[in-house]
């Protein structure tokens, strides 16, 4: 069955430091997304891509943070400099439709 | 803007039957969708409702109301494994997503 990849699956960092997360949607799937979970809420959207262009970055911190789908299929999100504020479970899912979104296993991040 | 209200807990115990409730504000409406979360793990699609009414599966059904702005979760026989955090996401034009705060349900034996 077909899953979304992400990786690393855990990373801890200092503050001040860069991180970078990955993700590999399903294939053939023309959206993806990067949600941010803190611990007892609900994922909140950071991007959206549709194929390589940006759809929605309007919840993204752009002074720290960035992203980027350069092909269409994978995509990167960085995080430059990290703050202790942003350790949380980073969910990346991807669609082909309105209906549902397939989401990988996440990288849990905590800033030290 | 959005925004979508769930309850925070829910307790029950095995072979019940459980409703967590959901009702939303937004713009561009296209579907209501439900997702279970287990800690640690990441969230898994259960069902999903473009139009009014009842949709079954399995143990879970979810129903819509597009009038009322709102929908429910409906557990049936529930089994200690449904014990996880249930969120109900509001689906609109442009394949945007916006997810509920999450219930907490707590299965006892």
């Known amino acids: 069955e077909a899953e979304v990849a992400q990786s690393p699956r855990y990373k801890i960092t200092e503050k001040s430091q860069a991180v970078a997360f990955w993700c590999d949607p399903i294939s053939g799937h023309a959206t993806l997304y990067w949600y941010r979970q803190i611990l007892g809420q609900g994922p909140e959207l950071l991007v959206q891509?549709?194929?390589?262009?940006?759809?929605?970055d309007s919840q993204l911190p752009k002074d720290r943070f960035s992203a980027e789908r350069l092909k269409g299929v994978d995509s990167t999100l960085k995080i430059q400099p990290a703050e202790l504020g942003d350790s949380a479970m980073y969910l990346c899912?991807?669609?082909?439709?309105?209906?549902?979104?397939?989401f990988g296993p996440g990288t849990r991040l905590t800033v030290l | 803007g959005q925004s979508l209200e769930q309850p925070s807990e829910v307790t029950a115990v095995e072979g019940a039957i459980v409703q967590i409730n959901c009702t939303y504000q937004?713009?561009?409406?296209?579907?209501l969708s439900w997702y279970q979360q287990h800690d640690g793990g990441a969230p898994t699609f259960l069902s999903y409702n473009a139009l009014d009414g009842l949709e079954e599966t399995g143990r879970f059904s979810s129903f819509l109301s597009r009038s009322d702005s709102y929908g429910y979760l409906l557990l049936q026989e529930l089994q200690m494994k449904d014990s996880a955090s249930y969120f109900c996401?509001?689906?609109?034009?442009?394949?945007?997503?916006?997810f509920g705060p999450g219930t907490r349900l707590s299965v006892l034996p």
């Open positions: 891509f549709q194929d390589e262009s940006v759809v929605d």
């Open positions: 996401a509001v689906g609109n034009y442009g394949q945007n997503f916006v």
């Open positions: 899912a991807s669609s082909s439709d309105s209906s549902l979104l397939f």
């Open positions: 937004t713009s561009g409406f296209y579907g």
